[in-house]
């Protein structure tokens, strides 16, 4: 079964960081893509950060600068170092994972969602 599981969310002070981690199973892990994603109450769901299979990076314009996305192939892990944080950061992120052997055979996985809270 495939499994993503997420950790290191909780509550942090404006200026502050937070390092979230994701541990995939039953995937083979190198092969896909990865990607943090965030949703806000009442807010579409948007892409944070990502970084495909072979290490290329991609931030939104409102973290770039802050965040950092990596990733462990040993470990099966993903994570994302958050600096400077913000009130806007607050939201619920998601891990997820991506592979796409053929156009016919997309596969797309998803945590359970980590909840982050900026605050003073």
């Known amino acids: 079964q495939v499994q993503l599981v997420e950790s290191g969310g909780g509550l942090a002070r404006p200026g502050g960081s937070l390092r979230l981690s994701c541990a995939a199973s039953?995937?083979?892990?190198?092969?896909?893509?990865m990607a943090w994603y965030r949703q806000a109450p009442g807010k579409e769901r948007e892409l944070v950060a990502g970084?495909?299979?072979?290490?290329?990076?991609n931030y939104a314009d409102s973290v770039k600068g802050r965040f950092t996305i990596s990733r462990d192939n040993a470990k099966s892990t993903v994570y994302l170092q958050m600096n400077s944080l913000k009130p806007e950061d607050t939201a619920v992120y998601y891990c997820?994972?991506?592979?796409?052997?053929?156009?016919?055979?997309?596969?797309?996985?998803w945590g359970q969602g980590t909840q982050v809270t900026v605050s003073s």
């Open positions: 997820n994972a991506r592979h796409a052997p053929v156009v016919e055979a997309v596969y797309n996985y």
């Open positions: 039953g995937i083979i892990f190198s092969r896909n893509d």
């Open positions: 970084i495909t299979n072979r290490g290329i990076t």
